[in-house]
């Protein structure tokens, strides 16, 4: 059963909804200038700093180091994802509340989003603390990669309540339409992190060489910055005054923070499964063969996914702006807008994404000795780059269609079409994979897992367009 979320303030029912197929949407133009800011900052947040930082650790030139950052990565990703939740269902909430004119509503919704994000964050940090090196157990990691990798996931879990608090921040001011303070901060942030990260990992400018536990002290550096400005442009804008009746970080209301879960924890699954299936993913790799395959393995895999991130990164951009254009429709009560936004975003998006492929498959060599230049493990993932990127394009519709229906409120049929395609196709098909195939060459064995993952998401993005042809979707109400 669909989730109905219920306020005393907004009903958005099917029977008040604009359906007129002729209703209008955003101008292309208007979207690509709301996708702009959103695609690069998602490249300074997400890619940037993840590819240099790989790079940087490459040149340490250790395989076991390297795989270690790749199995660290993929969990800090989950918790990346887990940290967009709440924010992400805040601004279904929030973009409504704006859209109607109810604008202290909005300042209130923020406090429970803040300050739910700040006790979730601080509670995972305690949970990555504790069992950092049982985690690269469970994926499968040599003893080696634990040691390296342990001290590494550590650090990384004081960054996490710094992280929840950053997108609680960073969600309150895109469902308000601002995507550009959140670039400009995210500016700042990424020259912080880079600079001091070149500087721990390498030892460079006097600092001493720390290897891989420099990248987690760049990163606190990093968001305790960010979180500082952007805390302190609220407060002094006065742009921002007429949302707030009091402060937000003084508004604490426990019920308003648990009905705000409750919208979240669909959320929270639906993002939290996607990225858990790279860790599944990871563990699956780790089946391939000898150790000494299973390190290739692991550290090859960390060099695809950064080029995967850089080719996904336009559909990440786009499903951002979908969320909050479909949520301010649905406040307008504009149902034939917020379709007509759908397609637009849906076709920008595929001719984005297979220009940027395009790009990376001409020059596969390149991001290959770029990675490994002492070619200790790029022999064996060189081949597989241009398919994999291929693959990719499985994943745009469910990424779009999935944003545009959380914008809508839609979120438990999010999680549900998301989890059980993961755990009802992906998990036991790569499993039956990892243990049947037995002793077919590692190359061949790592891209048959890594294809049933994106013909998983292809059955996601199927499901997702029924459900958008429908009209479940549009009686949400909060």
């Known amino acids: 059963m669909d989730l109905e979320l219920k306020t005393d303030t907004v009903d958005v029912r099917k029977s008040s909804m604009n359906q007129n197929p002729s209703a209008q949407g955003e101008s292309a133009f208007k979207i690509l200038q709301y996708w702009l800011p959103e695609f690069i900052a998602y490249a300074l947040l997400v890619s940037l700093p993840l590819f240099l930082d790989s790079y940087w650790i490459s040149q340490l030139n250790s395989t076991s180091t390297y795989g270690a950052l790749g199995a660290g990565t993929r969990l800090m990703n989950t918790l990346f994802k887990l940290s967009e939740a709440i924010p992400v269902a805040s601004i279904a909430f929030i973009g409504r509340h704006n859209g109607a004119g ?13 300050w739910s994000a700040t006790l979730i964050g601080f509670a995972q940090c305690a949970i990555l603390w504790i069992f950092a090196s049982q985690i690269y157990r469970f994926l499968g990691a040599p003893e ?46 990424i020259a912080l992190f880079l600079g001091f990260d070149y500087a721990l990992i390498l030892g460079k400018f006097g600092f001493p060489q720390l290897g891989l536990i420099g990248s987690p002290i760049a990163s606190i550096i990093r968001y305790s910055f960010m979180n500082i400005i952007i805390i302190v442009h609220i407060m002094t804008d006065s742009s921002y005054k007429k949302y707030f009746k009091q402060m937000f970080f003084t508004v604490f209301r426990p019920g308003q923070m648990l009905h705000l879960l409750n919208l979240s924890w669909p959320v929270v699954i639906d993002k939290g499964i996607l990225a858990w299936s790279f860790i599944w993913l990871g563990k699956m790799i780790g089946t391939i063969g000898s150790a ?38 649905m406040g307008e009560k504009n149902i034939g807008g917020a379709r007509k936004n759908i397609k637009k975003i849906l076709i920008f998006t595929f001719i984005s994404v297979l220009i940027v492929s395009l790009g990376i498959c001409s020059s596969s060599h390149f991001w290959a000795t770029l990675f490994d230049p002492n070619n200790k493990f790029a022999s064996f993932f060189e081949p597989l780059i241009c398919p994999i990127i291929f693959l990719v394009s499985l994943d745009l519709v469910q990424i779009i269609l999935a944003g545009a229906l959380r914008g809508a409120g839609d979120v438990r049929s999010v999680m549900m079409i998301r989890t059980g395609c993961c755990l009802g196709i992906f998990v036991p098909i790569s499993y039956i994979i990892s243990q049947f195939f037995v002793g077919i060459d590692p190359q061949a064995k790592f891209m048959m897992i890594y294809t049933c993952y994106y013909l998983t998401t292809a059955v996601m993005g199927i499901a997702f367009y029924w459900r958008i042809k429908g009209t479940a979707w549009q009686k949400k109400s909060i």
């Open 102 to 114: 109810e604008y202290e509503k909005c300042g209130e919704r923020f406090g429970d989003s803040f």
């Open 144 to 189: 080696s990669m634990i040691a390296t990798g342990t001290p590494y996931l550590k650090l990384q879990a004081l960054n996490i309540p710094l992280l929840f608090i950053f997108a609680a921040l960073i969600g309150f001011m895109k469902a308000l339409k601002n995507t550009t303070t959140p670039l400009y901060v995210n500016i700042i942030g």
């Open 292 to 329: 000494n395959h299973v390190k290739v393995a692991m550290a090859s895999m960390e060099a695809i996914k950064n080029l995967e991130r850089f080719s996904i990164l336009p559909a990440l951009a786009f499903a951002q702006v979908v969320t909050f254009l479909v949520s301010n429709n």
